[in-house]
Every structure is written in structure tokens, then in C-alpha cells.
């Protein structure tokens, strides 16, 4: 199976294709960005796609980040996989970024919980807590830092994620601190590879997880009165 992976989701724009056939990455590069993603991506996929001498309609999947992240980062990263997996008629799966930062870490060791924290600003963080076997403990949520460790210290754990360091800043003192705090601006592309080739079920059209409405609302009495 070759599936083309593909992150805009956080501070990265990231591809790779991932060759099972071979147990390995064949392509991949990472760009460190806030903001430019858009007219970074398609670029950036030409070449790795260049790279692994493979053409579109030779993929078997593609597996795009879906969030939570940025508004506009998400949006990039999932019209790009829509708009090439329709090119190419090959399915697409949307992986959060939440599960993409714990898999690796999981991966390793399956027997310690791992809690993913994405900065969501405004002292929140987008929350997930995998217990043994990568399974849930406390499913994908908007939280305040207090909610958040209050449901994450309850044992040995890894905190890992762009709000790892924030988390672990304000652990309870009378609580085991965690056993490893890892803290990188977006997950591995090469996570993003290996989830997308073990996604199963029936592929769906990848849609944006935001977890949270919009920061920038439109106010009413801006709005215009009709006549």
C-alpha cells in the first residue's frame, strides 16, 4: 500500500508516502510555518510525490490531519487530500492531530497513558487522554488548563503536544509528575503515514474536527438593515 500523508493542521506543512510493501517512508519533507500554508503545499507535495518516484493514480490512499489546529491551516491540509483523492479516485481518511502526537508514544509503549494537549489559546488546550492499549480515556474536548490536569493527574502519565509544557507547568504538586513531558509545534508526518494506512472502516470525505467555534464572529450591529 502507498498512501500519501499530508499535515497543515498546526505550525508545519508536512508530506510523505509511506510504502508498506517495504515497511518504510519513501519521500517526505517538513516546513516549520505559522502561516503560509497555502502556497507552501502544493509545492511541497510535488516534490516529495517527485522524490518518491510515484504518480497520483499509483497511491492507494491519502491521510490528511483534520484537527483540531488552525481554522486555515486545517482547511489547506483537507481541500489538498479531497482535491487529489478525487483527482485520482483513491480514498481519503482524516486522523486527528490529537491521536497523531499519542501514536508514537503509544506505539513504544502501550501500558503508560499518554495525554495530547494542543495550545487552544486563552488558557484552554484541546485535550485527549489515551489509557492502555491506545485506548480513550477522555475523548477529544475544549478544556481550561485547571479541567485539563485535573483529569489528567490521576496516575503515571506522558503529556505530549504543542501545550505539553503548559500542562506539566501547573501539575499538581501532591501528584506523581509526569513521566515524560514532550513538546514539538506538530505531530511526525511519519505518524501521520502509518495511522492513514491502519485507518479502516468506510473512507468519508475528511472534515475539519475544530472542537471550538471561530475566534473572529461577525456582530450584529455591524450588520447592514435590510430593506
Known sequence: ?????????????????????????????????????????????????GQSDTEFAELDRIAVTNGPGSFTGLRVGI??????????????????????????HIAADDTIPVVVAI??????????????????LV???IASL????????????????????????VWPASEQPPLLVEQHNAPDIVWVARLGAAAGGTPQAPKP???RAPDAQPQDASRLPRR
Open 1 to 49: 500500500m502507498r498512501v500519501l500523508a499530508i499535515d497543515t493542521a498546526l505550525e508545519a506543512c508536512s508530506a510523505a508516502v509511506l510504502d508498506t510493501a517495504h515497511g518504510q517512508i519513501v519521500a517526505k519533507e517538513s516546513l516549520a510555518m505559522a502561516r503560509g500554508h497555502a502556497e507552501a503545499l502544493m509545492p511541497l507535495i510535488a516534490r516529495v510525490m
Open 79 to 104: 481541500s489538498a487530500a479531497r482535491g487529489i483523492a478525487l483527482a485520482a479516485g483513491k480514498p481519503a481518511f482524516g486522523l486527528t492531530t490529537l491521536a497523531a502526537f499519542a501514536a508514537p
Open 119 to 136: 495550545d487552544a489559546r486563552h488558557e484552554h488546550v484541546y485535550l485527549q487522554i489515551f489509557g492502555p492499549g491506545g485506548r480513550t
Open 139 to 141: 475523548a477529544p474536548r
Open 146 to 169: 485547571r479541567d485539563a490536569v485535573r483529569a489528567a493527574a490521576t496516575g503515571p502519565a506522558r503529556v505530549v503536544g504543542t501545550a505539553a509544557r503548559m500542562l506539566a507547568a
Open 209 to 211: 474536527l475544530y472542537l
